[in-house]
């Protein structure tokens, strides 16, 4: 254990390893990145999670394309090592015993312990025990003692650990706000106060950061305040401080954060103006996220960097010197990324796709405001575009909620419109997104396409990932391409950076995207190849040595760490 004071990082989901499955998409992907970098550049860090032992779920998709769900079981033995100690919180009138599991992040100067919370004990009731089963599982109440196992249980567990010299402790979203409870109470009791006084807030502020990541309600848990009462056993101690976690008398875990934090930021440049707007009582700084870009360099760009830039492992900035790479070691190196994930996709869906013909890959979240259905809006246009202008195939990947009828039924259209198309251009559907599979798409589509809806893509980290790769992203102007999108340098932008200010019109930006696809992408790709090779290196240049997790760290260190 460090002797400098830690920063302890709560996540509700963090990534560590593609076949773990504790992560459900960007956030804990993104949880798991920043983990990463911590290691590599020495920050003295200590995560804490929930186990998931049943995962978030397992996608399966059947011949129309409907989603159904089961357990994601895994062998929690073959990764982690089990911790020795113990922790207890009661919940309602019951104990709820605890115990976790360590896995240790080996970085380039150091390692960070992460600590997976989990209440799969004897000594707990049946009800108790499945209570860290599943990820984002179950109802309010299964959510809420959630967010408490691991607000409250993880400073317990921390304690018992032998963290005490703790600098600051980082709310990775509002999941983990609960934690800022058990600060009041330990203060509090350190004054020797039997209530909570806001001198007790006062000094629990100075040492707690949140990191804000959605404006979409979903992402803002709120719960009843006589849940939150019958389920918090020392519920009494807060109630002289209702007014700073209970909005409507809501528990609401965002306003608990925002209130509780010296340091409040959004994910980009944009989200920090919208998070503005939604919150206008706090000050709201923003660092846009990054992604870690060891992890998500293909191999054969790996030995590419390797050869050309000796040393990017140790400073990621330097892949701005891709420029001077040739065209053609750049083009090799994607060709054998894309033939790495061609064979995936034509082995798991029995698809002829080719090589030769330009791939735009899609993988978000199946949820109604990410539109991964824009693109096929007019059948007539893409055979139009297919048969005049140069023919494409598209990868599509990503679950819906299990919750989410309308994200279910998302897909279901893509599997429709792949049969409509079957005949003019290929589509394919992966199932089980995962780091993996993100891996494989990012680094191996000749272009990536993010159709979300303006204001709600508060950052998105794919394209990133598929800049490191030299594949330039086609976009809507939101989130981390607002900043990112150089026309025509870096990729494409579908509309106009004021667009966001005027009502969503899917059939507009439709146009607008086939527009670009018929007059720019494709003519490029096909009759321009060193064109549009030189867009993939400025992609890798510009955009894969700014959006990494190591300059973000370095972000959170001058303006919230330390």
Known sequence: MSSEPIIAYFSMEIGVQSDIPTYSGGLGVLAGDTVRSAADLGIPMVAI????????????LDFSGWQSEEPNIWVIENYFTEVNQRVSITIETRTVHIRCWKYTVTGNSDQV??????????????????LTDHLYGGDNYYRLCQEIILGIGGI??????GYTDIRRYHMNEGHASLLILELLKEEAYRQGDKFILDKHRDEVRKICIFTTHTP???????????????????????????DTFCFDNRLNLTYLALTHSRYINGVAKKHKEITQQMFGAH?????????????????PFSLLF????????????SLRYALNIPLDDIWNSHQA??????????????????????????????THYKHSDLVLADINKLKELHNRIGNFQMIFSGKAHPHDMAGKELIQKIFRIKELLAEDIKIAYLPNYSMELGKLLTSGSDIWLNTPQPPLEASGT??????????????????????????????????????????????????KLYEKLQTTILPKYYSDRNSFINIMRHTIAINGSFFNTERMLNQYISKAYY
């Not at 000050?283 to 191999?299: L, M, Y």
């Open 156 to 161: 317990l567990m921390l304690r018992k650990l």
């Open 49 to 60: 999670s929930l186990l998931a032992r049943k995962g978030y779920f397992h996608q399966t």
């Open 283 to 299: 000050q709201i700084d923003s660092i846009t996220n990054g992604v870690h870009t060891k992890t998500w360099a293909s191999e």
């Open 306 to 317: 390797d050869k050309y830039i000796p040393g990017w492992q140790a400073d990621y900035s």
């Open 462 to 511: 794919s394209g990133m990932k598929a800049a490191l790769n030299g594949v330039p992203s086609f976009s809507i102007l939101d989130g981390w391409w607002l900043e990112g999108c150089i026309e025509n340098v870096t990729g494409w932008a579908i509309g106009e950076r004021d667009d966001a200010l005027h009502t969503f019109d899917p059939k507009l930006y439709a146009q």
């Open 113 to 130: 312990s992460v600590y997976f919370l989990d209440t799969d004990l004897e000594e707990n009731s049946e009800q108790d025990r499945r």
């Open 216 to 242: 979409v309600p979903a992402g803002h848990d709120q719960f009843a305040m006589d849940l939150f009462e019958r389920l918090v056993h020392e519920s009494y101690v807060y109630k002289q401080c209702k």
């Open 337 to 366: 990324a894309k033939k790495r994930l061609l064979e995936c996709v034509n082995g798991a869906t029995n698809s002829t796709m080719s090589m030769d013909v330009m791939t735009i890959g899609f993988a978000r979240r199946a």
